[in-house]
Structure formats: C-alpha cells, structure tokens
C-alpha cells in the first residue's frame, strides 16, 4: 500500500505541509491520446502565456455523465502548452483573440482512487483525488504538486475540477 509522506515544516509564524508520496501512485498514461477523449482547449486564465488541451477517461466521462460522479480509476489529463511570442516576448494572439500552441511543456495528470485523499491535511484535500506532472517525454517533471492540491482543493462543488459543466456535456 502507498502512503503519504506528510512533513510540517515551520517557517515564521506559517505552517507549511509538504505532502510526497512513497513511491510514485499515478502512472504516465502514454496511450491517452488514442484512448480518451479530448474534451475542451482554452486559453488558461491563471497562466497569461499557456494554453491547455484537456482529456478525460473513459471511465471519467461515463461516470460523470450519467451520474454527475467521478469513479474510481477517473483520470484528467491536461497538456500545456507555451504560447507563442513575439521577438519581444508579447504572446502573440490568432484573429479569434486565442493564444497560439508553442511547445508542448506539460501533461498534468489528475487521478481519483479510493483512499487517495486520506493522508491530506484539509488545505491540500482534493476527494480522492490526487495528482503528477510530467515531461512531454513522459517522465516525471519536477513540480511541486501541494500547488496544484492547494489551488484544486476549494472546488468541492465541481468536484475539484476546473472544467465539471464542460465534462458533463454530451
């Protein structure tokens, strides 16, 4: 079984929690490309220079459609993209005013299991939910995840996902 590693660490009068797994849970799905479906891309509103193409499971996509519920096994992926810039660094914009793919520069990988989240302190509690990020390549990218558990974690409504009304779609 894997747990999570939990580390309080006082800095000032803040308390910060570091949250790292054992051993990695979520596994790169190098297949998700011919085998989920790509479900929205936008420009990301926390990110003025990225754009984010955003696929689902099929277990995902079933489960939350006919239920409004993520199973068990849902995985999200979102592949970020570098916008494009100018020779001055000013993102350059299509006519439609949407950013412009660059490079490839991140899969960010959401994935719910039972008992996921029960190591989490509440300020990083996603559900069961947990989550990677990789390199385009595949392998694992150094990010610290707490952001992404931090900023996800207030979402209970839309079971911690930027993206549910786009996902319960037909």
């Not at 959401?110 to 989550?131: A, C, H, R, S, V």
Request: net charge negative; with cysteine; charged share 25%.
């Amino acid at each position: 079984m894997i747990r999570a590693l939990i580390v309080v660490v006082l800095t000032g009068s803040m308390m910060h929690y570091v949250v790292a797994a054992d051993e990695a849970r979520i596994q790169f799905p190098s297949n998700y490309k011919a085998t989920f479906t790509n479900y929205l891309n936008l420009d990301r509103t926390q990110n003025a220079d990225q754009i984010i193409h955003l696929y689902a499971s099929d277990i995902a996509l079933k489960g939350v459609r006919a239920t409004g519920e993520f199973p068990d096994g849902s995985i999200l992926i979102g592949e970020i993209y570098k916008a494009k810039k100018d020779k001055e660094g000013n993102v350059i914009e299509s006519r439609l005013g949407r950013r412009i793919n660059g490079d490839l520069a991140l899969l960010a990988v959401m994935e719910k299991q039972k008992g996921w989240g029960d190591d989490f302190p509440e300020g990083l509690k996603n559900g069961d939910w947990d989550f990677a990020a990789f390199k385009p390549d595949g392998t694992p990218a150094k990010k610290d995840l707490n952001e992404c558990r931090a900023c996800h974690a207030p979402l209970t409504d839309t079971h911690h996902t930027f993206s549910y009304e786009h996902l319960k779609q037909p």
